[in-house]
């Protein structure tokens, strides 16, 4: 079983469109999480971190639901910029990172 | 503009070859990673440094071999690849604190080809 897993799309969407994606964790030590996103050939970048209470961040709300081991994030009035692969990302055990397949989002004009 | 810096960003070798990819950060950052991801999958994690220590190897082989030279470098050698080693090659870094580990932060990657 993976550590973290996610679905991996792709969400093709129309421009304003709200969309959202989830992903869930099997180690329930699991204590920091975090979205990030990827660009064709590019580098990840860190989206948001997400934290129990949920965070928002402009048109981008983050939850974590440690009960039910899961994170979400909403995209809210989707761009065409925001065309990319959206990681999950879990850490426990100090160091390690674990990292979901991603889920690719395709906005459409 | 990331504050990891990465060189090569390109770097085409031979099966007999011998290469080094190098990572830098002034972030003040004390654990430092190499991950390895091919095409349409995520970042792998290869090697963990934390206060210049080897602290995860996820069982590489033998022909990456680390080094951290100090807290803000972090190299990869490279010898004897195979061109399934062909990747993109990332470093990232991040915080740690008592009890937390900051976010990663990722340099650019080192794309490898492996003929």
């Known amino acids: 079983r993976k550590e973290v897993e996610q679905d991996p799309g792709p969400f093709n969407v129309p421009e304003g469109a709200t969309v959202a994606f989830n992903c869930t964790y099997s180690n329930s030590a699991s204590q920091s999480f975090f979205w990030y996103r990827q660009d064709c050939r590019k580098e990840p970048k860190l989206l948001m971190s997400v934290y129990s209470s949920g965070n928002e961040d402009g048109r981008f709300t983050a939850q974590l639901n440690r009960a039910s081991q899961y994170i979400s994030l909403l995209i809210r009035d989707s761009k065409l910029s925001d065309s990319a692969t959206y990681l999950c990302v879990a850490n426990y055990n100090f160091n390690k990172f674990y990292f979901g397949s991603g889920t690719k989002l395709n906005v459409k004009p | 503009d990331t504050e990891v810096t990465q060189t090569p960003k390109h770097l085409v070798m031979g099966m007999t070859n011998k290469k080094s990819l190098k990572c830098e950060q002034h972030?003040?950052?004390?654990?430092m990673y190499w991950y390895k991801q091919k095409a349409k999958k995520p970042p792998e994690l290869m090697f963990v440094?934390?206060?210049?220590?080897?602290?995860i190897n996820e069982s590489v082989p033998s022909r990456f071999s680390p080094e951290c030279p100090n807290s803000s470098l972090l190299n990869l050698h490279l010898h004897a690849l195979q061109p399934e080693d062909s990747a993109l090659y990332l470093c990232a870094s991040s915080l740690i604190r008592l009890g937390y580990t900051g976010e990663l932060f990722f340099g650019e990657g080192s794309r490898l080809t492996v003929l």
């Open positions: 972030m003040g950052h004390r654990a």
């Open positions: 440094y934390s206060y210049e220590k080897l602290s």
